[in-house]
């Protein structure tokens, strides 16, 4: 099964409002990242937390490792907002380092 | 922040040729890595690289080969490109296992 499952798929949202997006993980956790993708854009790092709360602006994200989960927060949210949320989990062995995607969650903010 | 640059950005090659998709990275970080990014998979991993000199197979690596000449360079490389590699391709790199990574703009390849 998928190792990292986000939530929800895809979110509307009126400029202003907040949301919380979900990634949860089924495997120990080494490293967790958070990445924001525009349409055929690249992939933008918001957040490398592995564990507690980050904040950035108006972006906060929680990592609870007993929980095997993370969220990202967006307060206020913008129309510039709008785009492709990613959370990959760090797996590193003796043999082998690599991140593990979710699938997304896809954010639309309208005006 | 550090800086991960891919080349060419777009490339339209033809069934049976070789591609080579190059990535140059100037923060001195040991691991880097190939992703290809698709609608219905998202990002899966090609070949990784803990450095110069070494390159180890991820989870999709059939029909890819990479190679690390440098600390700086890791290419993939294509010998028989076909129509289903036609995807984003993405480098990326980091310090070490379980550090921040961080990604090129994207290499979008065609396979006609």
């Known amino acids: 099964g998928q190792q990292v499952q986000q939530s929800p798929a895809s979110l509307v949202l009126q400029e202003g409002e907040n949301a919380e997006l979900q990634c949860n993980f089924s495997t120990s956790l080494n490293s967790m990242q958070w990445f924001y993708q525009r349409p055929g854009g690249s992939l933008v790092s918001l957040f490398y937390?592995?564990?507690g709360t980050k904040h950035s602006g108006r972006l906060t994200s929680t990592t609870v490792i007993k929980e095997r989960r993370s969220s990202l927060h967006i307060s206020s949210s913008q129309t510039t907002d709008s785009g492709t949320y990613l959370c990959a989990l760090g797996i590193a062995s003796s043999s082998f380092s690599k991140l593990v995607f979710g699938q997304g969650t896809s954010l639309s903010v309208v005006p | 922040e550090a800086a991960v640059t891919q080349s060419p950005r777009n490339k339209v090659a033809v069934t049976g040729g070789k591609v080579t998709l190059s990535c140059n990275q100037t923060n001195n970080h040991n691991n880097m890595y190939w992703y290809r990014q698709d609608t219905g998979h998202g990002l899966r991993l090609i070949h990784y690289?803990?450095?110069?000199?070494?390159?180890e197979k991820g989870d999709i690596p059939d029909g890819y080969k990479a190679s690390r000449p440098s600390q700086e360079n890791f290419s993939l490389i294509l010998e028989l490109a076909t129509p289903s590699q036609t995807s984003v391709y993405f480098c990326?790199?980091?310090?070490?296992?379980?550090?921040?990574?961080?990604f090129g703009k994207g290499t979008r390849l065609t396979v006609v």
């Open positions: 937390n592995p564990s």
């Open positions: 690289s803990y450095g110069a000199g070494s390159t």
């Open positions: 990326a790199s980091g310090e070490g296992d379980n550090t921040e990574v961080f």
